[in-house]
T-cell receptor, first 111, second 113 residues
Framework: GENVEQHPSTLSVQEGDSAVIKCTYS??????FPWYKQELGKRPQLIID?????GEKKDQRIAVTLNKTAKHFSLHITETQPEDSAVYFC??????????FGPGTRLSVLP | DTGVSQDPRHKITKRGQNVTFRCDPI?????LYWYRQTLGQGPEFLTY????????KSRLLSDRFSAERPKGSFSTLEIQRTEQGDSAMYLC???????????FGQGTRLTVV
């Protein structure tokens, strides 16, 4: 079955700096890769996703890149703000299967 | 609120008791997922449905766990003979049957004492 690894487990950046979180997956059949943000005590919420026919996707300060050959994908947050502080989860999914989540990255944006 | 809703939000139960949680997905969503999340961990897959059919159940799920989605709308997750290790946040999510994003409910936090 699919296995998703995520690094780093914790990340602290200064406000205004960039943050990068990396995930690897094992199942070459996976073709959908969402990223979720979870604030303390709240539900995970989708912030960006990418499909396997695309190498990069950007939405304002957030971007995701996908390398299918290496089976890894990354989340990039530029110009970080204190409200970006949260736990971020990557996930991988193939058609007809469930979402497999990484263990999460706790991002702290320091003022 | 047209999002995924879960009930109850919190449940405290004594060890050995049975508990049942309910999830109401977004109305047009065919797929419904149950996940369990413990502190500091990512959501762990339990089971999922397409309409009323339970398509996959995690091998980690003991026989004490059962889930239903009788009419392809809401779903229930029952845990029998609860143990302290069952204490966690139980998350429900729904999506369209195509490979699309999953929307999560706010979860049911279970505490077994």
């Amino acid at each position: 079955g699919e296995n998703v690894e995520q690094h780093p487990s914790t990340l602290s950046v200064q406000e205004g700096d960039s943050a990068v979180i990396k995930c690897t997956y094992s199942d070459s059949a996976s073709n959908y890769f969402p990223w979720y943000k979870q604030e303390l005590g709240k539900r995970p919420q989708l912030i960006i996703d990418i499909r396997s026919n695309v190498g990069e996707k950007k939405d304002q300060r957030i971007a995701v890149t996908l390398n299918k050959t290496a089976k890894h994908f990354s989340l990039h947050i530029t110009e970080t703000q204190p409200e970006d502080s949260a736990v971020y989860f990557c996930a991988a999914k193939s058609e007809g299967q469930n979402f497999v989540f990484g263990p999460g990255t706790r991002l702290s944006v320091l003022p | 609120d047209t999002g995924v809703s879960q009930d109850p939000r919190h449940k405290i139960t004594k060890r050995g008791q049975n508990v049942t949680f309910r999830c109401d997905p977004i109305s047009e969503h065919n797929r419904l997922y149950w996940y369990r999340q413990t502190l500091g961990q990512g959501p762990e897959f339990l089971t999922y449905f397409q309409n009323e059919a339970q398509l996959e159940k995690s091998r980690l799920l003991s026989d004490r766990f059962s889930a239903e989605r009788p009419k392809g709308s809401f779903s229930t997750l029952e845990i029998q003979r609860t143990e302290q290790g069952d204490s966690a946040m139980y998350l429900c999510a729904s999506s369209l049957w195509l490979n699309t994003e999953a929307f999560f409910g706010q979860g049911t936090r279970l505490t077994v004492v």
